[in-house]
């Protein structure tokens, strides 16, 4: 027994060594070195101020913002920026008159769980959710009444937490925005095209617009 007991307790010890301290270790380190920005999870910052993650949608809902995919999410899932209020629930704006923004109460956990909504594609819910922001958005873009609208402007992704939209999403969206910012629509399609990234790996997917890094181009180029 003690002669089978000593090896195995080497064997673990060994293991426990190699698998459970050098090898993450070794890991952490080469990702660091190579991918750092991946690893601490893509963050974007204006500045000195950590505004969020290229990896997650947020919740930007203002007539001056490129809207995102719909949600199940949240309004505070993924830390979206949301606009400060005072205590009377004004939205409080900076000197330049825009909304001044910071990442919503995460504290909730009830109001921040992400996902999809689980619906089927011939649930009468979700068909009326999907008829429901449609006409929303043409309302809001200035769209006529029969104008095709972008699939990915009525439904949410899997996660909840798409932070792209397709390109075609974000040029209709370019005049409402340029409109609210007084900006050129030509600058803000340019700036659309400026953010549009390329399918994956060259052929995986559809090319789309990152929508917290183009906002915050249009939110720079507006001040």
Known sequence: MRRQLAPALRMLLALTLVCGIIYPLAVTGLVQLGFRDQAEGSLVRRGDELVGSRLMGQAFTAPEWFHPRPSSAGAGASGSLVAETDADGNEVTGADGQPVLAPADVSDVANNASGSSNLGPTNPELLAAVDERAAAYRTLNGLAEDAEVPVDAVTGSGSGVDPHISVANARLQAPRVARER??????????????????????????????????????????
């Open 182 to 223: 007084n900006l050129a629509v030509e600058a803000v399609l340019e700036l659309v095209d400026r953010h549009t990234e390329g399918r994956s790996l060259g052929f995986l997917g559809e090319p789309g617009v990152n929508v917290l890094e183009l906002n915050l181009a249009v939110d720079a180029a507006s001040r």
